[in-house]
């Protein structure tokens, strides 16, 4: 039963990252914390993502602390 799971798993990833691949996530080397976390979120949305869903993150919407420059 364990290795049935795993096998869905990693085939279930795999659809996940041609769905980010067919999006063109991968085409742009520089990449911002949008981008990559976009691109993790297809990757674990996986076959949702021919179903129609489009997730998306805002990094805005994340309650992360980043330092200020000094001055």
Known sequence: MGRLIGILLVIWLVIGGFAAFQRGY???AETNC?????????????????????????????DVDTPEPSE
């Not at 949008?34 to 994340?62: F, M, Q, R, T």
């Open 34 to 62: 949008s981008e990559a976390s976009d691109i993790a979120l297809n990757i674990v949305a996986g076959p949702l993502n021919y179903a129609g869903v489009n997730p998306k993150v805002d990094c805005a919407d994340l």
């Open 26 to 28: 991968f085409d742009d």
